[in-house]
């Protein structure tokens, strides 16, 4: 297993922290020491989390930290983080750009772990109804079942 794993998504609001929360409930299981969040075009100014994502985590029982807060992606994040985990095609292809000489095997995009799923993005449900972040948030923890496994 991984010792450390960053999820990113475009804005980090949605998939990615939502993401963060399944993983760090998970993590001592999986043998993870440290899971982060960051969105590539996330904002220069630090946001809360989406209200849906929240809502969508606290129906499930998740612990959602009060203050947590978005942050953008940066070039020092290669070296801290041992898998870095796209939510989508997008946002794999702006991570490759942004470290062109990273090894294949730690950008990976989310759903590769899921069976049926290789290759396939976690749609961004920021333009949805509830029903979207249900959703998103059924093929991540579908996706963190799997990293367990891996």
């Known amino acids: 297993m991984h ?4 999820v990113v998504c475009r804005a980090n609001l949605c998939r990615s922290p ?7 409930a998970c993590a001592p299981a999986m043998g993870v020491n440290r899971v982060g969040s960051a969105g590539v075009w996330a904002s220069s100014r630090p946001e809360a989390m989406d209200a849906r994502a929240r809502a969508a985590l606290e129906r499930r029982k998740y ?16 070296a801290d ?16 750009a942004l470290w062109p000489d990273a090894p294949p095997q730690r950008l990976r995009l989310f759903l590769d772990h899921v069976p049926g799923h290789q290759g396939q993005d976690v749609p961004d449900p920021y333009y ?9 948030l059924d093929l991540i923890e579908r996706a963190v079942v799997a990293l367990g496994r891996a």
């Open 3 to 6: 010792d450390s794993i960053l």
């Open 18 to 24: 939502m993401a963060e929360v399944v993983l760090r």
């Open 63 to 78: 612990s959602v930290p009060a203050k947590w807060k978005s942050r953008r992606v940066s070039r020092d994040d290669l």
């Open 81 to 96: 983080w041992e898998l870095i985990l796209a939510a989508d095609q997008e946002v794999l292809k702006a991570l490759q």
């Open 128 to 136: 949805s109804s509830a029903a979207g972040f249900e959703q998103a």
